[in-house]
């Protein structure tokens, strides 16, 4: 199994910025990518960015694309999401994932994290 832990959330102005961290744990060594997901309240969970473990391969939703920046540093089993030019839609908990296959059928989640962007 894979412990993930995030943080870097809080309560921002719209135009702000924020950087995420999420912390893997446990079986490291199996992880094949990462990734981030948000929920805003009364919404269904969406995807937000995503990052291979080898490659240096990026996925982005359009709706963050050219805003948000996702990176990694695998010595310290860490990913983060750079978040530039918050808006008050990207106000969700947003949750850390780590994929052990290469189609997420081995996913763990983190607890989440709350990012709040106030107009």
């Known amino acids: 199994q894979v412990q993930l832990g995030e943080s870097g959330g809080g309560l921002v102005q719209a135009g702000g910025s924020l950087r995420l961290s999420c912390a893997a744990s446990g079986r490291t060594f199996s992880i094949y990518a990462m990734g981030w997901f948000r929920q805003a309240p009364g919404k269904e969970r969406e995807f937000v960015a995503a990052?291979?473990?080898?490659?240096?391969?990026?996925y982005y939703a359009n709706s963050v694309k050219g805003r948000f920046t996702i990176s990694r540093d695998n010595a310290k089993n860490t990913i983060y999401l750079q978040m530039n030019s918050l808006k008050p839609e990207d106000t969700a908990v947003y949750f850390c994932?780590?994929?052990?296959?290469?189609?997420?059928?081995?996913?763990?989640w983190g607890q989440g994290t709350r990012v709040t962007v106030s107009s």
């Open positions: 994932y780590a994929d052990r296959d290469r189609l997420g059928s081995l996913r763990s």
């Open positions: 990052i291979s473990w080898s490659g240096d391969n990026t």
